[in-house]
């Protein structure tokens, strides 16, 4: 079970939106809340330079578009720099590194790769919480709008996540209010594909399967997806069965309940043509790699798990010299901002008209300097650079064979299986002709 919570930054009274933005990361990323940041996620960004880089793609929105971040609404509405959500899970029920596994899945697919953000998981309190920070500017330098209906979506994004978790979820009240419960409960997704999976196994065929489920359920196969809705169990909204995973489409459903329905009916003749190229392709992955499909999977597993270690390890470092690659681009960018501020005659009024130029170039040197970087090495870096990015993609491509080839390997599994149990078909249909024409 969690709760959710998503809210806007304003820039603060007397600061900066630099340091607004430096004060908001560092907080959520504060090692003594996040077991010395391990527990510290981010995307299009370095952890260690999070506000910065976000920063920098505002100062670009700018640039493009010539409108202001921040603007002046005249109180009667929020400007906000950053937006945060925040995700709190039940005491007891979930460990630290799932929390931040939750957290991150929640951010991949609510900011669907648009926004630069933050995951941070806290530990300091009785209960664990994530804290997401997105940037307001996303990738296509548009700004990130909230509606009314965005709490709701989250709330709905995070119960499911928290389903397929095993955790406890929102239930509706007698008076059909939600509700959070400690209660452990069987979600109703849940028990749909345990009702799927009984029909298909008891069903002849498609028609019967439906037959079985109408017992049970509403059901609407009418339109362009198979849904389902409970008529015992309380359930509000048909649920599409595509939702549930890999073998619940209708297409899906419809093979797992062909049986000898399937093998009584004619094939068309591109139904031949795929079948036979299948087989190919079993035939051909069977000749290279041998028929003990679990122990090559288990090997493949193992090789992507080792590849995927090194690969989260390369993002790490791909990430940290993009942002000290910014850095330098910034320190350069900016450097006749700040030699103007040393050599002009009213240094303070001139900073405040560039507080943002200056800021921003201020935290470039820093991160330079804590990166042991000098600011005249940015054509070296940049070589240093091309050099982390051909490893990452080089172990990018590795993992995405390794993935090919997995599935070629599960393709030839099922068609196999699917083979053997025609087979099976077959031959008990010719044990019955048998049976009869004995007993005549």
């Avoid at 998503?6 to 939106?17: A, D, H, K, L, M």
């Avoid at 510290?40 to 670009?60: H, I, K, N, R």
């Avoid at 790699?289 to 493949?300: L, M, P, T, V």
């Avoid at 240094?347 to 560039?354: A, F, L, T, V």
């Amino acid at each position: 079970m969690a709760t959710t919570f998503i809210t806007g930054i304003e820039v603060r009274p007397g600061r900066s939106p630099v340091a607004t933005a430096r004060d908001s990361i560092a907080y959520i990323e504060n090692p003594e809340k996040t077991r010395n940041g391990k527990l510290v996620s981010s995307f299009q960004c370095s952890p260690e330079s999070a506000y910065f880089e976000m920063m920098e793609t505002q100062q670009e929105f700018e640039r493009r578009t010539g409108r202001k971040v921040v603007q002046d609404y005249g109180g009667k509405k929020k400007s906000y720099i950053l937006m945060t959500m925040r995700q709190s899970f039940a005491p007891g029920e979930v460990t630290p590194e799932e929390a931040h596994k939750i957290g991150c899945e929640m951010a991949r697919k609510f900011l669907r790769g648009k926004y630069q953000y933050v995951v941070a998981t806290h530990i300091d309190k009785h209960c664990i919480h994530n804290h997401i920070t997105f940037n307001i500017i996303g990738s296509d330098f548009k700004k990130y709008h909230q509606t009314k209906y965005t709490p709701r979506h989250l709330r709905e994004l995070s119960d499911k996540l928290c389903e397929e978790h095993g955790l406890s979820v929102v239930v509706p009240s007698e008076w059909q209010k939600r509700r959070y419960t400690n209660e452990r409960v069987t979600s109703y997704r849940t028990i749909l594909k345990n009702d799927i999976d009984q029909c298909i196994a008891a069903a002849q065929s498609y028609g019967d399967f439906l037959n079985r489920m109408k017992e049970m359920y509403y059901i609407d196969d009418t339109g362009k997806y198979l849904r389902f809705r409970s008529r015992t169990n309380g359930q509000q909204r048909m649920i599409r069965s595509y939702t549930l995973g890999k073998g619940y489409s209708r297409k899906e459903i419809q093979r797992r309940t062909a049986k000898e329905e399937e093998l009584d009916n004619p094939l068309t003749y591109t139904q031949k043509l795929r079948n036979i190229e299948a087989m190919i392709h079993a035939v051909g992955y069977i000749r290279k790699n041998g028929s003990d499909f679990e122990s090559q999977f288990q090997k493949i597993r193992e090789a992507m798990e080792k590849t995927q270690d090194a690969l989260d390890s390369a993002r790490k470092q791909l990430e940290k010299a993009e942002a000290v690659s910014e850095c330098l681009d910034t320190v350069s960018r900016y450097q006749p901002v700040y030699d103007r501020y040393r050599s002009t005659e009213v240094p303070e009024q001139y900073r405040q008209e560039h507080q943002d130029e200056y800021e921003l170039y201020l935290s470039a040197r820093k991160l330079l300097k804590e990166n042991r970087i000098a600011p005249d090495k940015r054509e070296a870096f940049c070589s240093e650079l091309k050099s982390i990015r051909r490893d990452y993609d080089a172990l990018l491509a590795k993992y995405n064979a390794l993935q090919k080839q997995l599935h070629l390997g599960q393709k030839a599994r099922d068609v196999t299986e699917r083979v053997d149990a025609d087979d099976q078909i077959i031959a008990g249909k010719r044990g019955k002709q048998y049976s009869r024409g004995q007993s005549r």
